[in-house]
């Protein structure tokens, strides 16, 4: 026999969620599940609840699991006031270190980074900003030992791919610093997250989008920042790997644009003239879109079909000229959002991240749906 008494609770729970989710969620308010919803459910004091969230106490290990499994189940999330209130530390610091910030690209993240962290200074997180010009080994390095001379406690960086920065943040995570790779990865067994798009599985996206684009053979143009960003290589690799697979398809020509316009125009006219028979451009980083399109408008290669990654303004007025035939967008002000935000939960809420990487969904865009 059974009744409304005798019925799991999780089921009970679950029931009442997705019928408040199907259309009881009044003025904006999302329900959410509280610390004593989830011992009911894990069939545990709402003590233990709180010891698993702080980090603090012994937990049997598949009490735990059950615990976090629930709370990452029902999208739990502690109110930040509380904890802020609560909280017995100073306010903690946070560093934010962006290379070559000057590139349009980097401006919608830096943007959700500030808005976010402005957000969180209420809850007593606060933010030091190493906004840097260029790919310069030092000046990432100088503003690590900087961070760290401040008490920083996280950071948020677009790592540059050199033993030394590499080194320098081995050591940080090493100490215990909370390090956040965004938008680009570096090679490392030390334990930190990444936030920003699959490099390799965007390489492969653009050319299985060239292939359905392109009728006939490829001979497919290549233009890059260089190989400072490992993200970027990933980038090419990916491209490459995906179009080698394709009959009478390949990569003519490649070149390191170093995310800069003249530059990459005055590569772009030579590759034009050098290879007459290409019929395909990949733009894997967009520092040096704007070149690439002026080289092929000067040249009269409107024939070239082009795909590129990122939105920025030079790519939008590309697509609607006609000269860029489909971009890979990578979600840069989510990347921004999801970096700050993870910084919060550990500093200010104690919450840990539940897994190593954050990806964005690598969406395509053409110019009906720019």
């Known amino acids: 026999m059974s009744s409304a008494n005798s019925q799991n609770p999780r089921k009970i729970f679950v029931k009442s969620q997705q019928s408040y989710y199907n259309g009881d969620i009044c003025k904006g ?32 290990e598949e009490k735990r699991a059950l615990i976090l499994k629930t709370m990452a189940e029902f999208g739990y999330q502690p109110n930040p006031a509380a904890r802020a209130l609560v909280s017995q530390k100073q306010s903690p610091i946070a560093g934010v270190i962006i290379s070559a910030s000057e590139i349009q690209f980097f401006a919608p993240i830096i943007e959700a980074l500030r808005k976010t962290a402005d957000y969180y200074e209420r809850f007593g997180l606060q933010v030091r900003w190493h906004l840097l010009t260029g790919y310069s080994v030092a000046e990432q390095c100088t503003a690590i030992a900087a961070l760290r001379a401040e008490g920083a406690e996280a950071i948020i960086i677009n790592p540059i791919s050199d033993a030394d920065v590499i080194s ?27 936030v920003g798009s699959d490099y390799t599985a965007g390489g492969r996206t653009a050319a299985a989008l060239l292939r359905k684009i392109c009728t006939g053979s490829i001979r497919a143009g290549v233009s890059y920042s260089g190989e400072r960003m490992l993200g970027h290589y990933q980038r090419v690799e990916g491209f490459r790997s995906r179009l080698s697979v394709e009959k009478d398809c390949g990569i003519t020509a490649v070149m390191e644009d170093s995310d800069d316009d003249i530059h990459a125009y005055e590569e772009t006219l030579r590759m034009i003239d050098d290879h007459p028979a290409m019929n395909a451009f ?89």
């Open 168 to 194: 320098t943040l081995e050591e940080a995570i090493h100490d215990g610093l909370f390090v956040i790779s965004l938008n680009n990865d570096f090679a490392s067994e030390k334990p930190h997250v990444y």
């Open 282 to 370: 990949f733009i894997a980083t967009s520092g040096g879109a704007h070149g690439v399109c002026q080289a092929l408008i000067k040249r009269r290669r409107m024939d070239i079909t082009v795909v590129t990654f990122d939105i920025i303004p030079a790519i939008r007025r590309a697509m609607q000229r006609g000269i860029i035939d489909a971009a890979i967008y990578q979600h840069p002000r989510r990347q921004g959002q999801v970096a700050m935000q993870l910084v919060y939960d550990r500093l200010i809420s104690g919450i840990a991240p539940t897994r190593s990487e954050y990806l964005m969904t690598n969406e395509i865009r053409i110019l009906e749906n720019l």
């Open 29 to 60: 308010v999302v329900r959410m599940i509280t610390i004593k919803q989830i011992a009911e459910l894990c069939g545990v004091s709402r003590g233990t609840v709180d010891r698993v969230i702080n980090g603090r106490g012994n937990v049997k």
